[in-house]
């Protein structure tokens, strides 16, 4: 197996979908320790910064959306309906128009980081 191929199996592991209103379905990509130290180095949370923790925990909800489908101009607030293709630098402005979504979807990030810390907890027990 060529690193490609390696690279898009991991990534294909941690990716799930999640439907957050009729037809409109994100792709999330579960993310990595790596990541979450990041997106707190980028918000500030170790200098203490005030809202840092709320910068963080939008970079990483940010950071795990990785497609949707069903997304229109309406849902980020326009008087149309285009459909409107995956941009991840659209993706904040999406979450700030539909903050119902992005807290389903926080959710679902946080449910599949449990699950995967509870999986590695099992398997180095074993």
């Known amino acids: ?30 993310p990595s320790r790596f990541d979450l130290q990041m997106a707190g180095a980028k918000s500030g949370m170790s200098a203490g910064v005030p809202g840092s923790r ?11 959306v990785v497609g949707w489908q069903g997304i229109t101009a309406a849902d980020f ?3 149309e309906t285009d459909a409107v293709a995956f941009n991840p630098e659209a993706v904040s402005m999406l979450l700030d ?22 999986a590695e907890g099992t398997a180095a027990k074993n």
């Open 1 to 30: 197996m060529d690193l490609n191929d390696l690279k898009h199996k991991v990534q294909a592991a941690r990716r799930f979908t999640v439907e957050v209103g009729a037809g409109r379905v994100f792709t999330l990509q579960r």
């Open 77 to 79: 607030g326009a008087n």
């Open 54 to 64: 709320l910068q963080w925990e939008r970079l990483v909800l940010s950071g795990a």
């Open 97 to 118: 128009a539909q903050p119902e979504w992005a807290d389903q979807l926080s959710e679902a990030v946080w449910t599949q980081l449990a699950k995967a810390e509870d």
